[in-house]
């Protein structure tokens, strides 16, 4: 026993001594870096003992748990025409063809005691008979109250009238870089899963996942399947939707991306509302600020968002904003690109104003927006193209303020817009898109829907059609 407690003391004092070296050599800066310790404070801080290593995650994970669920969503399509269908031979040896379906499985969180739950929209996407299963086995039938593929949200609603366990929605811009997290779902269909990580970075922006691209980045495994679980913090509260991975095999490879918590709030209060997510419009287009820029505008550091554009009579004129200034904040919140901007501004609601910081020819100033939704002005007046041209079975609108924020068409001038096209119609077979900015077709201008009407009503061998998609400007020639 002697042996073992000399020979303890021996590595006890060969620990020590170097990290002892190592506080002295590395100055007051490393020492301070200890205070916490000293002081006793309750603070964000590393283990300090054997002990505390050895504590749990337990508690957290039985809190969560119970409002987390797995979400089972299924679509009957139409079986193909049968040229024997109806003909009895047929039917008596091969009977009635079954509808094809499709499934999807992911995870969900009850955020609200009446059976409110969060998930993602690429979840239900095109999805029309939803199910939620509890985390005691119980399962629901469950409604879309809406639908917001700009964030890859989904809000659903469970038809059951009781009382059920949730999570507290947190606020994600409390949340720092090394917090301890809990990422909760149902991985791979293999039953509810909880795997601990930190927050590894905030803001991020070129995932290319939805619209608002401003990401919580957390090393918590999350696999095929956690998508629409929660991203908890210490206290139990959500601060994040995981929502995808960075992956070349299809599994966990520690980057794993959420929704902040704060754009899930604005989405969940969105559907208690209504069926639409209502957004303020800033009526301006914006762009990266590169370190040319940076230099050409006598900035000290290439960041914020450049205003490329602004709409007349929109919010960001009102306010007195111009091109070439460069917006550096929201409410006080600094903003390093575009789409932080977006992120700060979408999530503001609706009736109020908010004070934009900008910089214009090096000087900084603030100014007050008003927080107002998109006009459609003009209505967008649908109409469906039916008789015999390529547009058969699309849907087109006239674009709006509105009809621009709801397709993220921001930099659309002119032309009408293709909303929806119905499967395997004319529109579709000659790929057209959902989104496609119609300009002209056979020479003639398009300026509102009655005037694609009339076009798609002439007669033609050939149509010559220009079209605007994704920002680029394309002609076509299409045979009649």
């Known amino acids: ?94 009977g009635a063809q079954p509808e094809r379906q499709r499934q999807s499985v992911g995870s969900g969180v009850i955020v609200a005691k009446d059976g409110i739950v969060v998930t993602n929209h690429h979840v239900i996407e095109g999805m029309t008979e939803i199910k939620v299963a509890l985390a005691d086995r119980r399962e629901f039938e469950a409604e879309i109250k809406l639908r917001d593929p700009k964030t890859d949200l989904a809000v659903l609603q469970i038809k059951a009238r009781e009382s059920f366990a949730f999570l507290e929605l947190g606020d994600s811009d409390r949340v720092e870089v090394g917090d301890l997290v809990l990422a ?10 909880v795997t601990q990580g930190i927050v590894s970075a905030l803001a991020r922006t070129q995932v290319g996942i939805s619209d608002y691209q401003f990401f919580i980045q957390t090393d918590a495994a999350i696999n095929p399947g956690n998508s629409g679980g929660a991203l908890v913090d210490m206290a139990g509260r959500v601060v994040g939707i995981n929502t995808a991975i960075f992956s070349r095999s299809g599994g966990s490879h520690g980057i794993g991306f959420a929704i902040p918590a704060n754009m899930v709030r604005s989405v969940v209060e969105s559907a208690r509302l209504g069926a639409v997510v209502r957004r303020p419009w800033f009526g301006a287009s914006l762009q990266p600020v590169t370190g040319e820029l940076a230099e050409t505008l006598a900035l000290t550091r290439p960041a914020g968002a450049l205003v490329a554009g ?18 550096v904040a929201v409410d006080g919140v600094a903003v390093e690109d575009p789409d932080a901007f977006g992120f700060r501004f979408a999530t503001k609601p609706i009736g109020g ?56 068409l921001a930099q659309a001038e002119g032309g009408i817009v293709i909303a929806a096209i119905e499967e395997g119609s004319p529109a579709a077979q000659v790929g057209f898109q959902k989104g496609d900015v119609i300009l002209a077709v056979n020479g003639q201008r398009i300026d509102d829907t009655a005037a694609m009407a009339r076009a798609t009503r002439a007669r033609a061998y050939v149509w010559r059609v220009t079209l605007n998609r994704n920002g680029q400007t394309i002609n076509s020639v299409l045979g009649g």
């Open 184 to 193: 909760i779902g149902n991985p791979f269909g293999v039953g509810q899963t």
């Open 1 to 94: 026993m002697q042996a073992y407690d000399k020979a303890a003391r021996r590595v006890y004092r060969g620990l020590i001594r170097p990290l002892a070296i190592t506080l002295f050599l590395a100055g007051p800066a490393a020492a301070q870096g200890l205070d916490w310790l000293r002081r006793g404070e309750p603070a964000a801080r590393p283990p300090a003992s054997r002990g505390e290593i050895a504590l749990s995650f337990a508690p957290v994970v039985k809190a969560a748990a119970p409002a987390v669920v797995n979400v089972y969503a299924s679509s009957r399509s139409p079986r193909a025409r049968n040229p024997f269908a109806g003909d009895p031979f047929f039917e008596r040896f091969f």
């Open 353 to 408: 104003q908010a004070i934009v910081s900008l910089l214009r020819g090096g000087k900084a100033q603030d100014v007050t927006v008003r927080l107002a939704a998109p006009p459609e002005t003009p209505p967008r007046n649908a109409v469906t193209i039916a008789g015999d041209s390529p547009f058969t079975g699309a849907t087109v609108w006239n674009l709006s303020p509105a009809v621009k924020e709801e397709l993220s």
């Open 310 to 327: 602004v709409v007349p009579g929109g919010p960001a004129e009102q306010a007195g904003i111009r091109r070439l200034d460069v917006i």
